[in-house]
């Protein structure tokens, strides 16, 4: 069998009544799951597609999702995971570009695209039996960020799939109860669907939106999954939080970021007999390259050893090896390499080059810097600029160029700050020519949360270096002593109002007057970069609306005034300031709080590392995202005896407000 769908009917053939797919709304047996595929194959067959054709998916983790891909695949096309919780102008974009002659999706999202719709839930189940599909075909484009501006759409092989989830080596998947809590649209999701379904296991997939921990925990529990992958920052976060969530777990694997020595030490210690595995792998290399068997140890974690049916080499400049233990880019091909880029030959050949050494194959570059050591390869960081923030993978220069394209920025440089990626943020530096809170509020529908910045500078001009080029270090060394960060200056006994500038208290650093707008509790805290990442902003209506304007930007919820307004309209900000409530003068702790909001109060100060919280201070402008969240909601757990859905934060992002609800449930 060459394609992953096989895999999914032969199961269903040898072992109809075996439970694949359980979800919130029920389960599916493998019987079930093959004819709920078949009819909505059929539905799209009608409608047009045919071999080699895309489809857009748009739903959430679901059991549907599931039940489109496979319908896709039986098809002989290749879906295209969109996730609903992107700017619809992004979704567009991505629609546009793989030119799909249908969109599958629920009632709920049918009009979102301007694209004919089939209704995942619309076609009774049948029987469906598809062509043969070549293994080199596609069967999936995944969208990761580009530096141009440009999404990048990877095109997945069959073959890839397969060389994954069946037999990939260190990690044992066959019959495995596995765990799926990533997004669709991130390939993290391909190893966990078809990892589980192609070997005749059970998936278990969570809820919408972010899980917590203590969901996590639940799942883990409720339904005996021996299989997970988690992102690196939510590994960490859950060892640190409560790692008996993962007790009952037999393998667990992690990849996104540097895995922390003593985090796996931790997690090895509290969950005996679970194998923790380091993966690693860029998208264009279906989704792993490398596994480590970690085992402990006080030293960098390795990434390891390849795939089976899978290279790597470590090259030079001139596409030379070199010696073992010496830094070098990796490459990598064999069965995993992607297709390319998705109507992009000349950044295909750019990056997809041929191996040296076998004729007619091919190596990804991808970019990253290495060495070989006994126990396989280390991750030494990147040769360029991307970077990764909470697990996606981000370039900078998609982001500049987003921000270059609104009339109000006259120029913009992005500077990724922070060692890791859970804790990484973006500061975007602007020359503007008009309010930077429409700026704002105009980008956050054009780029997704975790690309958007979480610190705004605004700047006179953007320093050059003497060859011409922003000198990023010049950005970067900008004294906090003329930021402003919420309603707090830096540096200054002004608190509770919006000035913007300070002359020349930059000097020296080549952003003389620089503004920065993120949002702040006081003047205590605004030394923190807190800012704008409003973390599952999708995930309501709410969060939406913190996403879009919880930054602290002039006229933002978070109450910060109006744009301009220095020492004259100081009264004016800091009234729009106190009204909202965002880190006025007089909101330390225990102002004015009943004992749940000091407790929540006090676990916000810990966790955000403020000193100063207010009861309706927000969240999200005091620099919250959704892996914060998940510490905000395991320890509100533990303190005041609730199980809270990571979904009412961003609902109720205040201290006053999560506090209601805490006081509503007891």
């Not at 078949?38 to 080699?52: E, I, K, S």
């Not at 530096?147 to 397969?162: D, L, Q």
């Not at 996606?392 to 009339?407: M, Q, T």
């Amino acid at each position: 069998m060459n394609t992953v769908h096989e895999f999914v009917a032969a199961h269903a053939r040898t072992s109809p009544s075996r439970t694949a797919v359980v979800s919130g709304t029920g389960s599916m047996t493998y019987a079930e799951l093959d004819r709920r595929a078949g009819g909505l194959a059929a539905a799209l067959v009608a409608r047009g597609v045919r071999p080699g054709s895309p489809v857009c998916v748009l739903l959430p983790r679901s059991a549907e999702f599931v039940v489109a891909a496979l319908a896709v695949l039986k098809v002989g096309g290749h879906y295209v995971p969109l996730d609903p919780d992107y700017p619809t102008a992004r979704l567009v974009r991505m629609a546009a570009a793989v030119r799909a002659p249908v969109v599958v999706t629920d009632a709920s999202l049918a009009s979102v695209l301007d694209v004919p719709a089939v209704l995942v839930d619309g076609c009774a189940p049948a029987r469906f039996d598809g062509p043969i599909v070549p293994a080199d075909e596609l069967a999936y484009v995944m969208f990761t960020s580009g530096s141009t501006g440009v999404p990048k759409g990877v095109a997945v092989t069959h073959r890839g799939i397969v060389r994954l989830v069946r037999s990939p080596g260190c990690v044992t998947l066959r019959g495995q109860t596995m765990l799926h809590i990533s997004s669709p649209s991130f390939d993290a999701a391909t190893f966990d669907i078809w990892g589980a379904l192609a070997n005749g296991g059970r998936l278990v997939v969570g809820p919408p939106g972010k899980a917590s921990v203590a969901e996590i925990g639940g799942l883990v529990r409720g339904q005996g999954v021996t299989t997970a992958f988690f992102p690196t920052g939510l590994f960490h976060l859950i060892v640190d939080e409560d790692v008996a969530a993962l007790a009952g777990l037999r393998q667990v694997v992690v990849g996104g970021d540097v895995l922390s020595a003593a985090h796996a030490r931790r997690f090895l210690a509290a969950v005996p007999g679970c194998r923790l595995v380091n993966g690693y792998g860029p998208t264009e290399m279906t989704t792993f390259t490398t596994f480590h068997d970690v085992r402990g140890g006080d030293g960098p974690v390795p990434i390891g050893t390849p795939l089976n049916r899978t290279t790597v080499r470590v090259l030079d400049d001139s596409l030379d090896p070199v010696p073992f233990g010496t830094p070098g880019q990796l490459y990598a091909g064999g069965d995993g390499l992607a297709r390319g880029y998705l109507g992009d030959p000349a950044l295909t050949a750019e990056r997809f080059v041929p191996d040296p050494w076998v004729p007619g194959a091919r190596l990804y570059a991808t970019g990253d810097l290495v060495r070989e050591t006994v126990d396989g390869l280390e991750f030494l960081g990147r040769i360029d600029g991307q970077v990764k923030k909470r697990g996606f993978r981000v370039e900078p220069g998609e982001v500049e160029a987003a921000l270059r394209d609104d009339r109000d920025v006259r120029d913009a440089a992005v500077v990724a700050t922070g060692e890791r990626a859970d804790t990484r943020r973006l500061e975007a530096f602007l020359v503007l020519t008009g309010p930077l809170a429409g700026v704002r509020a105009r980008v956050s529908r054009v780029l997704p949360e975790h690309l958007l910045p979480d610190l705004w500078f605004e700047v006179p001009e953007l320093p050059l270096n003497p060859n011409g080029k922003v000198d990023r270090a010049a950005l970067r060394s900008q004294p906090q002593g003329s930021a402003v960060v919420g309603s707090a200056v830096v540096g200054s006994a002004v608190v509770g109002s919006a000035v913007v500038g300070s002359g020349g208290s930059g000097a020296g650093s080549g952003v003389a007057g620089a503004a920065a707008w993120g949002a702040g509790p006081g003047a205590a805290g605004a030394a923190r970069a807190a800012g704008a990442d409003s973390g599952a902003a999708g995930a309501s209506a709410a969060g939406a609306a913190a996403r879009g304007a919880g930054s602290g930007v002039a006229g933002a919820s978070s109450g910060v005034g109006a744009a301009g307004a220095g020492a004259a309209g100081a009264a004016g900000a800091g009234a729009g300031a106190a009204s909202a409530g965002a880190g006025s003068a007089g909101s330390g702790p225990g102002s004015g709080m009943n004992p749940t909001e000091n407790t929540i109060a006090a676990i916000w100060r810990d966790v955000l590392e403020v000193e100063e919280v207010g009861r309706d201070d927000d969240f999200f402008a005091l620099g919250g995202h959704s892996l914060i969240a998940n510490r905000i909601v395991t320890r509100m757990r533990k303190a005041l005896g609730v199980d809270l859905r990571l979904v009412v934060l961003f609902d109720h992002p205040t201290v006053a407000g999560l506090a209601r609800v805490v006081d509503a449930s007891s």
